[in-house]
T-cell receptor, first 111, second 115 residues
Framework: QKEVEQDPGPLSVPEGAIVSLNCTYS??????FMWYRQYSRKGPELLMY????GNKEDGRFTAQVDKSSKYISLFIRDSQPSDSATYLC???????????FGPGTRLSVLP | DAGVIQSPRHEVTEMGQEVTLRCKPI?????LFWYRQTMMRGLELLIY????????DSGMPEDRFSAKMPNASFSTLKIQPSEPRDSAVYFC?????????????FGPGTRLLVL
């Protein structure tokens, strides 16, 4: 079993749809959870960061962490074609310990 | 800030040749990471430096790969000899690990093709 699992997609949705992206993990020591967005032919860029369990909202994006289930989610409301990218979850123990990326989910938002 | 700078952006070489990839981290960051990304294997961590010292090189695939960080503002990843299976996008990332929160900032990548 991989340390972090993520559905690779591709996931295609119509513009305006609500998108749900998810990761599961096995290491209960992870405390810090991140979502990175990677456009084609670019490096990943940090999109959202959360600590421990709970929700965090930033504009159209909401990150959720459920540590009891070892499950994290990223929701995108009113999705736009500009949201088309690969979304990678990442997590760590903190202080640079055991930083792990998921394999990424490719999202296409169709106009 | 200019962000993480990588060079070259593209490299095409022939099997057996030496390849050197370069990275300049964000000023003030104390950790540097080299990743390799392919369609098949996703983003793989190759090596991680903290304060210029290699901390974890368990991801370096073979002895053909080596990485150095002679100072806080420069790192190289060398492949010698290169093989076609080394073709991938190589990313450098840097971070500031002085708080529990650690986010990595990625460079634009070097797209390597070994013929």
């Amino acid at each position: 079993q991989k340390e972090v699992e993520q559905d690779p997609g591709p996931l295609s949705v119509p513009e305006g749809a609500i998108v749900s992206l998810n990761c599961t993990y096995s290491n209960s020591a992870f405390q810090y959870f991140m979502w990175y967005r990677q456009y084609s032919r670019k490096g990943p860029e940090l999109l959202m960061y959360t600590y421990s369990s709970g929700n965090k909202e930033d504009g159209r994006f909401t990150a959720q962490v459920d540590k009891s289930s070892k499950y994290i989610s990223l929701f995108i409301r009113d999705s736009q074609p500009s949201d088309s990218a690969t979304y990678l979850c990442a997590m760590s123990d903190g202080y640079g310990q055991n930083f792990v990326f998921g394999p990424g989910t490719r999202l296409s938002v169709l106009p | 800030d200019a962000g993480v700078i990588q060079s070259p952006r593209h490299e095409v070489t022939e099997m057996g040749q030496e390849v050197t990839l370069r990275c300049k981290p964000i000023s003030g960051h104390n950790s540097l990471f080299w990743y390799r990304q392919t369609m098949m294997r996703g983003l793989e961590l190759l090596i991680y430096f903290n304060n210029n010292v290699p901390i974890d090189d368990s991801g370096m695939p073979e002895d053909r790969f080596s990485a150095k960080m002679p100072n806080a503002s420069f790192s190289t990843l060398k492949i010698q000899p290169s093989e076609p299976r080394d073709s991938a996008v190589y990313f450098c990332a840097s971070s500031l690990v002085t708080s529990p929160q650690e986010t990595q900032y990625f460079g634009p990548g070097t797209r390597l093709l070994v013929l």
